[in-house]
């Protein structure tokens, strides 16, 4: 059974910093890309950033350019997200995926998906 186990939310303050973790288990992802994703109140999921397999290919969208990063560890199975200068419109639910199907970074189509981590910024 895969499982993917995100980690590392909490309730910060603007300008402050978290470093969110995914692990995964039950198949490796190192051939594939992973991504995160995250959904606010009252709002779509969006997809955040996503890394190609062999984690020298980033893309990431909307706001978060310059803020956020993205890395993964394959020895490890896990997927990151550096989130930086974290702002009261970062707040939301953030989730990881795995198992990317089309060939752009920039799909939301997963196979796998974790059950989401909360990140509150209070300004």
């Known amino acids: 059974q895969v499982q993917l186990v995100e980690s590392g939310g909490g309730l910060v303050q603007a300008g402050d910093s978290l470093r969110l973790s995914c692990a995964a288990s039950?198949?490796?992802?190192?051939?594939?890309?992973m991504a995160w994703f995250r959904q606010a109140p009252g709002k779509e999921r969006e997809l955040v950033a996503a890394?190609?397999?062999?984690?020298?290919?980033?893309v990431d969208t909307g706001s978060v350019k310059g803020r956020f990063s993205i890395s993964r560890d394959n020895a490890k199975n896990a997927v990151y997200l550096q989130m930086n200068s974290l702002k009261s419109e970062d707040t939301a639910v953030y989730y990881c995926?795995?198992?990317?199907?089309?060939?752009?970074?920039?799909?939301?189509?997963?196979?796998?998906w974790g059950q989401g981590t909360q990140v509150t910024v209070s300004s």
């Open positions: 890394i190609d397999w062999t984690g020298t290919l980033t």
């Open positions: 995926a795995a198992g990317k199907k089309g060939s752009s970074l920039y799909s939301t189509a997963y196979a796998f």
């Open positions: 039950g198949r490796t992802f190192s051939g594939d890309a």
